[in-house]
């Protein structure tokens, strides 16, 4: 059975730095696609980053140059490092795996994910 558990999550001041995990099990995502998503109160889910199995990255324009994709395939763990952070940023973040499929696409759609975590929570305070 594929899970996937995020944390890394917390409370911090405008400016500071998150690093996110999202342990997989039952699951080997060095050979799939993978994304983080997120989903602030009252709005709809927003996909923030994703990486395909040759490692190519692609990010929502908000997060670019300063959220960082990228994963340990020896530990089965994604990682989303979080610089810069802005109260804007505030939100539950996910974990998401399309299983057999290699490449993600240009476009990140939650609905293209099969399999997400719990979530975890971030909250940056101005």
């Known amino acids: 059975q594929v899970q996937l558990v995020e944390s890394g999550g917390g409370s911090v001041q405008a400016g500071g730095s998150l690093r996110l995990s999202c342990a997989a099990s039952?699951?080997?995502?060095?050979?799939?696609?993978m994304g983080w998503f997120r989903q602030a109160p009252g709005k709809e889910r927003e996909g923030v980053a994703q990486?395909?199995?040759?490692?190519?990255?692609g990010y929502t324009s908000s997060v670019k140059g300063r959220f960082t994709i990228s994963r340990d395939n020896a530990k089965n763990t994604l990682y989303l490092q979080m610089n810069s952070l802005k109260p804007e940023d505030t939100a539950m973040y996910y974990c998401?795996?399309?299983?057999?499929?290699?490449?993600?696409?240009?476009?990140?759609?939650?609905?293209?994910?099969?399999?997400w975590g719990q979530g975890t929570q971030v909250t940056v305070s101005s």
């Open positions: 990486i395909d199995s040759l490692g190519s990255t």
């Open positions: 039952g699951y080997g995502i060095s050979t799939h696609c």
């Open positions: 998401a795996a399309r299983p057999s499929v290699p490449f993600c696409g240009a476009t990140m759609r939650g609905r293209d994910f099969g399999v």
